[in-house]
């Protein structure tokens, strides 16, 4: 049999771990919970208690997803078919402002960005790319700002 670590005890269990007990049937329920702008793995024991799943055994906290459907994904292949979803915490904007944007989506609205810079202040550089990481950077977080705001 598998040595239980302390924290193992306490309810934070690492993938491999929540698959055995899930395997085992030790949970009542798996829940998918949404905490602001990501969500989060927990299995309700059947003797009481929650546990979470962790990314490593060094770290404390809850593992993240950003996508609902990536923690769904990952339950599934660890035999995990039954699932609930609580949503009730979960800030759409905040999601929006946080997430990761494909570095080539990034160069195309940053181009598009510059071009339009260009035609409306014809005197700047807006192809020369002298406004740097952090005014892209600011750029990003403007249009996201602005999207937020119109959704709302």
Not at 136 to 151: F, P, S, V
């Amino acid at each position: 049999m598998d040595k239980v670590d302390k924290r193992s005890e306490y309810g934070e269990f690492t993938q491999n771990q929540f698959q055995k007990a899930a395997g085992a049937g030790a949970f009542n329920k798996v829940v998918v919970r949404a905490r602001w702008q990501s969500f989060s793995i927990f299995g309700q024991m059947r003797g009481g208690g929650e546990a979470a799943l962790v990314s490593t055994r060094q770290k404390l906290a809850p593992r993240e997803f950003r996508n609902p459907a990536a923690a769904l994904a990952l339950l599934r292949q660890i035999g995990v078919t039954e699932a609930q979803v609580e949503m009730e915490q979960w800030d759409v904007e905040m999601a929006a402002l946080a997430m990761r944007l494909r570095p080539d989506v990034t160069a195309r609205r940053v181009r598009e960005k510059r071009l339009i810079e260009a035609a409306y202040y014809p005197k700047t550089k807006a192809e020369s790319g002298d406004i740097g990481r952090a005014g892209e950077l600011r750029i990003l977080q403007e249009k996201k700002l602005g999207l937020a705001r119109l959704r709302s």
